[in-house]
């Protein structure tokens, strides 16, 4: 069993930055894919970006060259780095990690805020 524990959000002012952690409760040597996913009201949840094992990165359009992922193994934790927010990027965050076992796992998610 894996626990992914999010972290950081809140509310940001537009075209602020604010970091998402998530904490994997082993080492993330025995994950594959790793990814934040966000979900706004009324809308379906959505891949924001993920990291693979060997650090190739995939970002969702809307994001591209504001967001960037990463991930530290020592610290078993993946991070989101977010600027230049927008109203739009509202939503909560999910982490979503896969295991070698080809298990999808699911934070508790975080909610980010984006408002003056």
């Known amino acids: 069993q894996v626990q992914l524990v999010e972290s950081g959000g809140g509310l940001v002012q537009p075209g602020g930055s604010s970091r998402l952690s998530c904490v994997v409760s082993r080492s993330i040597f025995s994950i594959n894919d790793m990814a934040w996913y966000r979900q706004a009201p009324g809308k379906q949840r959505e891949l924001v970006a993920s990291?693979?094992?060997?650090?190739?990165?995939n970002y969702a359009d809307s994001v591209k060259g504001r967001f960037t992922i990463s991930r530290d193994s020592a610290k078993n934790t993946v991070y989101l780095q977010m600027n230049s927010l927008k109203p739009e990027d509202t939503a909560v965050y999910y982490c979503?990690?896969?295991?070698?076992?080809?298990?999808?796992?699911w934070g508790q998610g975080t909610q980010v805020t984006v408002s003056s």
């Open positions: 990291i693979a094992k060997g650090g190739s990165t």
């Open positions: 979503y990690a896969q295991d070698i076992r080809m298990i999808n796992y």
